[in-house]
């Protein structure tokens, strides 16, 4: 498959089978234009989105880096080049790869990862290779030079059907600097983009407008079976793509293409199956001439146009009449048939348009409907191509052809050897064209009129073609544009400016002196309006630039935009090889308008702007103030007026002119009513402050003794003594005003006395009285506690008690209170019994726990009596006492506890823990001691747990034996049980230890 085998091949006939073979397999690659700069934005696959390899080539014989990066500039790889090495290497596979994007990142900003920019210090050729199963495809970049601009039209491979859910038509946009608005429109009828909502009937996606930042791509694709599409197989040829700044497209198909007529030997319809993608130029680079050479097509060979203007008239092989007209994004399809006998085709247009030609590689024998080039995007011929072409390496990819679109009576020497064979073309005597076959390693192409030259190659089921030259001109002219030292876009002013004009060539075109011929026209006159320029420029050998510049004059008349043209053309040429235009601007005088300006305070700020017309921008500005910007801001105390001096850059005219801002005067006042006098304190009162003149909306502040007290014209207030009121009162504009007034409190406030605090015994007597200094006769109280109304009560509280007294005076405007208090106090009288047992005959004492006591009457209740603190007795009897404790504290309020306790029998057990039965005179016999008992019962076991000695008898003795036999020495455990005279059953267990 051969995207762009635009050219008949003419091999032996014996190779015609060979070709039918390895044609459905075919891969197409090549080099593209010379630059040192290439931008390749994305682009997608539908399916099979197959590998992807980097191609790079040059013509300069010193190696040199490429510097590869994705668009948001990561480096992908740094490659060497040079003519005797061209360099490839794989970008990866599928989505993976920068140069594709997945379905999910359609209509989507893409920067990191996406999207291709190479960039060296020599010019290279630049072109990505795409294999996938069966079919290919390449894309040749156009370089810097010629891709980048800012108004596009969309080509794609043309498809007779949508062959079920494989084919897509897709186009890529890339930004080559920031903040570029981006505007796709003119969508065809029935055409939607994939993943995007449409609009309308027939359904059609809406007009896309983009922001992209350099290096960030946009991608966009139609699906040809879109469910709801009605264009999507060949509408989206004629897209509109317009920036503001500039920009790369890249256009592609994915698997489609024309087949050739009728249906395959199963009765399949055939359909065209192939990759067809390219890099497209701007308007600006399209022209209105073309050639084109035939493939080996049947009947599917077909050229598409894509007008780019209304009422484009399309003429074929010089016809007069046109075979066709078209309006700006139409398309008109030239069938293969159209071809002359030459098998080359001219192409004539009132308009510059867009080729594109879908061609065939088949024979006509064997898979034809698979055999499509894709998209072979053409260069005009009229004023294009270079006199010098070096292609490296031809037969890298396998056996090279190497066709020529040449200027009629080009003499064209192929590695020093003069060549032959030219073919005139049909319709023109412009141009003729040329075919080589034979060649291997560098091929050096010279020629002494301008050709375009493009490569094919043949390695069995592989296969490459591209131009390498044809996009761009080996003479270029620029211009830097200045109106004293600031810049502007093709334009200068009468007056001041200059335009700097460079005439350059690359330095691998600068072996030989070639002299250039400079024609000026347009609306301008040369020598009245602009200075003269040169009619001719020779650059000598190793030269590569030559400037000049062009003064605008002033001729003081009011003709409008005046344009220059400067047309090249290199000696020996048929046609100017460049052109400039810009153009030549009137300069008015100078006017400047300010408006005067009113604040309403002083101190505002008030803003005042120029408005300049005529002159040249940019303006230099000088205020009496100092400032030098065209509107300043200031904030006069008073009214003032300001001046301004304004210039252009020519600095030939200056515009004076002054501006008032006015500042009112206010005579800005407040008033209180005059000074009073009150009877009582607290009176209330009511103040108005009025406030005059100044700037409405006052602010009202009160104050009393520097403290504020309230806002608001209106003050409600009543004083307790003589005190004086201050207002102050600011205006809008922050003018202050003040006034004050003096009221006068002839009675003093009251002051209370109260009776120092009492200190009595629960519910004792006590006076409470109140007495008050100043205030206004006759006074009136009022107890809380009783509702009493003289100036003392008495009380009886059984507890500490505060008590309120209210008093108020004959003005009635306020009260004052007392609280006398009262302090109840008592001790708390408490004893407990020390002795843990109480019995008969034993002594018992008693602990006194009373707190805040002094004094102590003790009744012990067996008829003995104490005023110690915490006495003892002895009870003689088994009964119950009383026993009453009084406490009195130094005040003399006294408390009592009357408590009750048991004296019990006596009682008494002892038993020893060890005796020594030995025969000596002492502890021979074990004895317990017992008093108090009515029952007893004592036994003894041993280690074993066995009885070895019971008795009832609490004066026993153990002589240590257990059946008359002596017990042996160790430890013994008793258990006794005894019942004292309180009937009480007692419990005892221990141990006894015997030692002989």
């Known amino acids: 498959m051969l995207l762009f085998l635009a050219y008949k091949f003419r091999l032996p006939p014996a190779n015609f089978i060979l070709l039918g073979f390895f044609l459905c397999a075919f891969q197409i690659s090549g080099y593209g234009q010379l630059d040192t700069k290439h931008f390749i934005p994305p682009m997608h696959a539908r399916t099979l989105a197959g590998n992807h390899f980097l191609v790079l080539g040059t013509p300069v014989s010193t190696s040199f880096d490429v510097l590869v990066t994705d668009g948001a500039g990561n480096i992908i790889a740094t490659l060497p080049v040079s003519n005797a090495a061209s360099t490839t290497i794989s970008l990866g596979s599928d989505y993976n790869s920068p140069f594709m994007a997945s379905e999910t990142q ?293 056996t090279a052809y190497i066709n020529i679109v040449a200027d009629a009576g080009a003499i064209i020497y192929a590695n ?99 002299t250039i011929s400079l024609v000026a026209t347009g609306t301008a006159q040369e020598g009245l309006d602009y200075s003269s320029i040169p009619t001719q420029v020779t650059l000598a050998p190793g030269q590569t630039q030559a400037t000049f510049s062009i003064d605008a004059f002033s001729d003081n008349l009011t003709e409008g935009d005046e344009e220059v043209i400067i047309t090249l053309s290199v000696e020996g040429g048929n046609c100017g090889e460049d052109e400039l235009s810009f153009l030549i601007n009137d300069v008015l005088d100078i006017e400047v308008d300010i408006e005067d300006q009113n604040i309403l305070c002083s101190g505002d700020d008030a803003t005042l702007i120029a408005l300049v017309t005529g002159g040249l921008e940019p303006y230099t500005f000088f205020w009496t103030s100092g400032d030098t910007t065209d509107q300043i801001t200031v904030n006069p105390q008073s009214t003032t007026s300001y001046s301004l001096f304004v210039t252009d850059f020519c600095e030939i005219d200056t515009a004076f002119v002054s501006a008032t801002v006015t500042v009112p005067v206010f005579d800005f006042q407040v008033y209180l009513p005059e000074d009073t006098t009150v009877l009582c304190p607290y009176t209330p009162l009511l103040f108005v402050a009025e406030a005059y003149g100044g700037t409405e909306y006052y602010n009202y502040q009160w104050t009393l003794n520097g403290t504020t007290i309230g806002s608001g014209p209106l003050l409600n207030s009543s004083s307790a003594t003589t005190s004086n009121y201050v207002v102050q009162v600011m205006d809008h504009c922050g003018l202050v005003a003040e006034d004050s007034i003096t009221v006068d409190v002839i009675t003093p406030l009251m002051e209370l006395i109260i009776n120092e605090d009492r200190l009595i015994c629960p519910y004792d007597d006590a006076e409470l009285w109140v007495e008050v200094n100043g205030g206004l006769p006759p006074f009136t109280y009022y107890w809380d506690h009783s509702g009493e109304t003289d100036s003392n009560v008495w009380v009886n509280p059984g507890s500490s008690t505060l008590y309120l007294v209210t008093v108020s005076d004959a003005c009635s405007t306020y009260n004052i209170f007392g609280t006398p208090y009262v302090e109840v106090t008592q001790p708390e009288a408490d004893f407990s019994i020390l002795s843990n047992t109480q019995v008969n005959n034993l002594p018992i004492y008693f602990n006194n726990t009373t707190v805040g006591g002094v004094y102590w009457e003790w009744d012990l209740g067996n008829g003995d009596f104490s005023d110690l603190f915490s006495p003892g007795t002895t009870y003689l009897n088994e009964e119950t006492y009383t026993v009453t404790l009084v406490a009195t504290n130094e005040l003399g309020c006294t408390d009592t506890v009357i408590k009750e306790i048991i004296i019990n029998p006596e009682f008494w057990f002892y038993a020893p823990n060890a005796f020594t039965p030995d025969g000596n005179e002492f502890n021979n016999g074990y004895s317990v001691s017992v008093i108090g008992a009515i029952e007893f019962e004592f036994n003894i076991f041993n280690r074993w747990g066995q009885l070895i000695f019971k008795t009832n008898n609490p004066e026993f003795i153990w002589d240590g034996s257990f059946n008359n036999q002596n017990s042996e020495d160790g430890v013994y455990v008793y258990k006794s049980t005894i019942v004292g005279e309180d009937n009480e059953t007692r419990q005892y267990t221990g141990h006894i230890v015997l030692l002989r």
């Open 106 to 398: 359609l209509n989507t900003v893409l920067g990191s990862g996406k999207g291709l920019i190479l960039s060296a210090s020599e010019p290279f050729y630049a072109s990505i290779r795409v294999l996938v199963h069966n079919q290919a495809g390449s894309l040749t970049s156009k370089g810097e030079g010629a891709a980048l601009g800012k108004d596009f039209r969309t080509g794609h491979m043309i498809n007779n059907s949508a062959a079920g859910d494989i084919k897509s038509n897709c186009f890529s946009i890339m930004a080559t600097e920031d903040n570029t608005t981006v505007l796709i429109s003119d969508i065809n009828p029935g055409v939607i983009f994939r993943g995007t909502s449409s609009f309308g009937s027939p359904l059609t996606s809406a007009d896309v407008t983009i922001q992209l930042n350099s290096g960030e791509s946009y991608v966009v694709s139609t699906y040809a079976d879109h469910f709801s599409s009605t264009n999507n197989i060949n509408g989206l040829n004629g897209t509109h793509i317009t920036s503001d700044k500039d920009i790369v497209v890249n256009c592609g198909t994915w698997l489609g293409g024309n087949s050739i007529l009728g249906t395959s030997p199963n009765g399949t319809p055939f359909h065209g199956k192939d990759i067809g993608i390219d890099q497209m130029v701007p308007i600006d680079n399209i022209g209105t001439d073309y050639v084109l050479i035939k493939g080996f097509g049947i009947d599917n060979e077909r050229t598409m146009v894509i007008a780019s203007m209304d009422n484009t008239d399309i003429f074929i092989n010089g016809g007069s009449s046109p075979v066709g007209t078209i309006n700006a994004g139409d398309v008109y399809i030239i069938e293969g048939t159209a071809f002359s006998s030459n098998d080359n085709l001219f192409l004539h247009t009132s308009e510059p348009v867009y080729v594109t030609q879908t061609t065939n590689g088949g024979d006509g024998l064997i898979y034809d409907f698979e055999h499509q080039s894709g998209i072979n995007f053409l260069p005009p011929v009229l004023c294009t191509g270079d006199k010098s072409v070096t292609i490296p390496d031809v037969g890298f990819i396998g």
């Open 416 to 514: 020093g050897t003069l060549i032959g064979g030219a073919m005139s073309v049909t319709g023109t005597s412009d141009y003729e064209t040329y075919f080589l076959f034979g060649y291997t390693g560098d091929v050096k192409l010279t020629s002494t009129l301008p050709i375009r030259v493009a490569l094919i190659n043949f390695n069995n089921n592989v296969g490459a073609a591209g131009y390498f030259s044809g996009f761009s001109k080996e003479i270029n002219i620029n211009g830097t544009f200045q109106n004293n030292s600031y810049s502007s876009n093709d334009e200068i002013s009468e007056g001041c400016g200059v335009a700097t004009i460079t005439i350059d060539r690359h330095s691998i075109y600068a072996a030989n002196s070639v």
